[in-house]
Structures are given as C-alpha cells and as structure tokens.
C-alpha cells in the first residue's frame, strides 16, 4: 500500500473542505491564550486570534490592524484547535505574513481598516484559505472569484445588535432562491444585476447553495442568536466580542456551542439560555451614523 | 455493474439493511449522509439519545474532534456510543472520526477523550497545520483500481497499533510509513475526507464489507 505519493497542498478542494469541517461549529474571537483556552474548552471549533475585539475597535477608534505574530504565535501554541487571524481589505502583505505563520485560515475582514478601497486580496495566489464578509449574493460571489474558500455574512459587528445579521442572511438567502427560479436565458442579466461571474451565477442557480460554506458573522450575542443564524441557514457562526464582552465568558461560549448544534430544539435553547450572566451591553446599529457601519466596508 | 447497484438499492428499499445514522454533533455530517445515501443506504442524521440508541451503524464525520467529544460528554451520549461500538455496532469515522475511534489519543487536548474502538494510539494534525493540507491518489486494501482521490485537512495519523488492527493504507512521511486507513473487526477508520468528493467507494466498501457483514 506504500507508493509514490504526489501529495499536492492548497488545492481548492483542500480549502474548502478545511470549511467543511467548521460546519455546525462557532469560532470565536479571542485577545490572548487565557481566552484561547477558554473558547477551546468550550467546544469551540476555531479561535479568531485578535488585539482588540470588534467592540474595542469601535470604543477605541483608530487604526485597526494585523496583530502581532508573536501574540498568534503563543496563541497557536496554546491551542489544538485551528487558529485564524486578521488582514485588513487588500493587505496581501499581512497576509503573506500570516500565512508564513502557518495560520489555519485568513480573514480579510472589514472590522480591521481597509488598505485598499478597490481591490481585495488576490486569494488565488495562496496555500492558506481565506474567509471573507459579504451582505449580499453578488458581494459573496465577487469573494469566491478572487479566491475565497469560505464566506461569512457581516452582520455589524462589535454591536451585540443582531439585526444586520439577520438582514444580510435573509439577503444571501433570498437572491439564491431568486437564481433558481430563473430561466437560464435570464441568468446573464442576473450576473449583470449582481455584478457577478456568470459561470458562478449560473452554478449558483443550479445547485441552490453558494460553492463554499457560509457562516454567520456580527452582533451575534446569545444562544438563541446564534441558533437562529442557523435556523436561517447558516453553516455555523463566528461569535466576535459577544463572549469576551460578557458576564461569564466560559458559560456563555459552551451555550453557543450547544445551541449551534441543537439550534432545532428549543427544550435544549431554553435550558442552555438559563443562568449566563450578563450579555455585552451592546449599541443599536440605528445608532451607528452610516459612515461607521463595518459592513459598508469592502465593495 | 449498473444492475449490481440497482439490486443492492432494491434490497435497501425493501428494509432488509440496516439503519445507518450519520452522528450530526458537528461537521461535515451532511456530506456523509449524501455519499450513504447515494450508495441506497437507508440513512439519517442523528444527534439525540433517541436517535442514536436506534441505529444499527454510525458514521462519525470529519470536524472538529474536541468539539464533538465535548458535546457527546454534555449530552451524555458518549457513554452509549462508547457501548454500542463496543456491543460489535459497525461504525465508521473520518479523520476527526478516526480520532474518536481510537482507545488512545498520543496528544489530546485537555480532558478530550474518545468513544474508542480500534485499537490504536493517533497522533491530532499529525501531518502539521491547514497549509500542509494536501489531496493525494492512495490505494487502499479491498478497493480496486483507479486509486482513491483522498483529501488531508489537518488531519490525524496512527501512531501505533495492535496486531489486531489490519491496515489498509499508509502515507510516506519522510521515509516513514502511517497508516491512514485501518480497520478493527466491525470499525473502519480513515484520516481522509471520502465525503467530500465524488467517489463513493468508501462508504460502498463500509456498507457492503463491514456493515453487512456483522
């Protein structure tokens, strides 16, 4: 059974499959190896290594940044589980860096300060998967074409609002279902409309589901957030400041995880949502003036 | 082989195979379910203590092994999975499923235990980390030719095994043989991913050799 193997790495397959396995599973947000280790007990299926959490980026304001190796390093080291981490819009350099670092998976997320306002990152060009944010099918599809092995809706994150969520789910959702009930003759101004890939739109209208996973990102607070992100659909759910930000972190992040997989079963939601302290007090994104909504970042 | 196919779905929809469930805790558990059903499994997900004390065979996906086990421990299922595999159920687990059929983990995360039944001692991301991820063509004992497409994402190898573990496929590493495909009486193990691509070999070979067989 020995043989010559031509093993052969950062194949599409290999990229989206590393997606597959996150499926039914919440990644969590975490700041430093206390945290790391918490969400890893937990039952979380991958850690976010970050500075500063969404939330602090909004209190703190300036700008937001790749983190420190070092601080991903002791993270990676810390934890079995997959570790991700942050470039910013178009900073194909922090992301060479990353990967370099052997980061399990990249995101290239508008929480961070964009460093181009045109181009995103050519995702093609790297062994490591990316995972990107996307409010809509045409944002989610241009995602896929440059590379993206993985899409999150964006939510608004650092909120605890769950609304925007809720709203680019329902979005994605829709405009799939809208695809397979076309004509194929109509699927090339659908493109147009979409300011999409014909061939990914065409793919789209066929299989009724994106060609990549699709989780849920932003303002997601609580178990019962979570669990009906994926009642509307979603593969599973990123969980940003909403564990670190609250009363009981380790109780509210194996909530999260219990309510992802029995998200079906409210017997299971109500006893998990019993007892968990005090949520992350949170701000309205109506509260947002517009020019500081994350989500409008990325184009 | 079209009609060998066809009888083997008429004898499933005439009730006379086994219920096979697909343990749904987390991971890619629908692509499993597909790639059983395409082969004219009677299948489904399950992930309550109803569902699972039902089945007759059980299919542990790839995901997250720490995940898994810490919902299996908090819903108390891990001590009936652990029994029934044990009762001779036939099972098969991919990579993460391969590690929670193990009886040792070499390097687990704290307090992660396993529902056991091959075995073996295996080493968690054992090739290294999601950019050592790779696809290779494997021949695997009991499939014939073409070779299997199988698809590593940070996968587990087995580190050590008893005689009574046969193996039925080994990846080089550096001139070192680990076995990736091994299987123990009624328990199959691989540390790849069947499920996510086309070839249904795997889980035909599972049915029809292990499940059958019992």
Known sequence: MSQDHNKTTGTGRVKRGM?????????????????????????????????????????????????????IEKIQAAVSIPVMAKVRIGHFVEAQILESLGVDYIDESEVLTPADFENHISKWDFT???????????????????????????????????????????????????????????????????????????????TGKLPVVLFTAGGIATPADAAMMMQLGADGVFVGSGIFKSGNPAARAAACVKAVTYYTDAKVLADVSRGLGEAMVGINVADIPVPHRLAERGW | MPTFQFLIAWQ???????????????????????????????????????????????????????????????????????????????????????????????????GQETFGGIDMTVRRNAFGRQVDSFEVDLNIKGISAPPVSAVFIRA????????????????????????VAVRQGSVLATSFHPEITSDNRIHKFFLEEIAEDI
């Open chain 2, 12 to 110: 499933n929809a005439a009730g006379n195979s086994l219920k096979v469930g697909v343990l749904a805790l987390q991971g890619d558990f629908r692509e499993h379910l597909a790639s059983l059903q395409a082969c004219g499994a009677d299948a489904a997900l399950v992930r309550t203590y109803e569902e699972i004390s039902g089945v007759e065979a059980l299919v542990i996906p790839g995901g997250e092994s720490t995940t898994i086990y810490k919902l299996a421990k908090n819903f108390d299922l891990l001590e009936l999975i652990r029994k029934k595999i044990k009762d001779g159920m036939p099972t098969y687990g991919s990579c993460a499923g391969m590690i929670l059929v193990a009886d040792k983990i070499l390097d687990p995360a704290s």
């Open chain 1, 19 to 71: 997606a597959e396995m996150l499926k039914g599973g919440v990644i969590m947000d975490v700041v430093n190896v206390e945290q790391a280790k918490i969400a890893e007990d937990a039952g979380a299926v991958a850690v976010m290594a970050l500075e500063r959490v969404p939330a602090d980026i909004r209190a703190q304001g300036g700008v937001a940044r790749m983190s420190d190796p070092d601080m």
């Open chain 2, 156 to 179: 587990p190898w087995v580190d050590s095994l008893s005689p009574r573990v046969e193996v039925l496929a080994s990846v080089e590493i550096d001139g070192e043989l680990h076995p």
């Open chain 1, 128 to 206: 490591v998967p990316f995972v990107c944010g996307a409010t809509n099918l045409g944002e989610a599809l241009r995602r896929i074409n440059e590379g993206a092995a993985m899409i999150r809706s964006k939510g608004e994150a650092g909120t605890g609002d769950v609304s925007n969520a809720t709203t680019h789910m329902r979005k994605i959702s829709q405009e799939i279902r809208r695809l397979t009930s076309m004509r194929e003759d109509e699927l090339y101004v659908a493109a147009k409309e979409l300011q999409a890939p014909y061939e990914l739109v065409k793919e789209v209208a066929q």
